[in-house]
């Protein structure tokens, strides 16, 4: 949510004004990544509790407390802060001072352009794309040897950690967004604009629009509300004055 938001914001400001400050979006960018290091690992960890939730149920309840559940997500939001900060930290030490005080276009490249940061950047990211790939493949295949001979609730979780590694296979297109964005810009040169507004919708907002759908429309109560809104089949009572 914050980074689908903060996105939404920065990619209307680039759309209108172009060039802005550095310490503006440095914010901006420091706080979408720190989101966007989230994902993957936030992915992992749903498949982990499905695991589990049908391979060790009587564990469970001990396992996934709010305390160690609050104690997780401080970690992955310290390991996406510490895989990010350095970028920062590079940059104040290398750059001159001029540069901190320029305007440009706010993405990535632009305030960290130090070239050390960017191969730092795709190693950290092939290291966090292995782990959360096991991570998935081997959660799914001991829910699925669970669910052969078990309930509709373990096909259930199942089919949830099936979407979790299509959730994670549109993460990695957020890892090679910048090589993307240029051969869309080199293909689509005429209409770049409306191309970069697609690109920016398949690769940023329609990931972290997989979540709401596992969790949310595939719930059956849920759907159910959902279904009746959607087609105006809200039930009225009368109110006597």
């Not at 060039?19 to 990544?33: D, G, R, W």
């Not at 990010?84 to 750059?95: G, N, S």
Request: hydrophobic fraction near 50%; proline fraction near 4%.
């Amino acid at each position: 949510m914050i980074h689908v938001l903060l996105s939404i914001i920065l990619f209307f400001i680039n759309s209108t004004l172009y060039n802005i400050s550095f310490s503006i979006c440095c914010v901006f960018v420091l706080i979408i990544h720190f989101a966007t290091e989230n994902t993957p690992l936030n992915v992992a960890c749903m498949a982990i509790e499905c695991y589990i939730a049908i391979c060790l149920p009587l564990r469970h309840s001990r396992i996934c407390t709010i305390t160690k559940t609050l104690m997780l997500i401080g970690l992955i939001w310290v390991t996406s802060m510490s895989v990010v900060l350095p970028d920062l930290f590079v940059t104040l030490a290398t750059q001159p001072l001029d540069f901190f005080h320029s305007q440009f276009a706010c993405n990535r490249k632009n305030v960290f352009p130090n070239p050390v940061i960017i191969k730092k950047k795709y190693i950290i990211h092939s290291i966090f794309l292995v782990i959360v790939w096991f991570t998935i493949f081997y959660t799914y295949f001991r829910i699925l040897f669970t669910a052969r001979a078990a309930s509709k609730d373990s096909k259930k979780a199942r089919n949830t950690v099936i979407l979790h590694g299509f959730q994670v296979l549109l993460c990695m297109t957020t890892y090679v967004g910048p090589q993307l964005l240029d051969v869309v810009q080199r293909w689509f040169l005429i209409n770049y604009k409306d191309s970069r507004f697609a690109f920016y919708i398949i690769v940023h907002v329609l990931p972290r629009s997989v979540s709401p759908i596992i969790y949310g429309v595939r719930d059956e109560t849920f759907r159910k509300y959902l279904k009746r809104n959607m087609l105006c089949k809200c039930s009225f009572t009368k109110i006597n004055c």
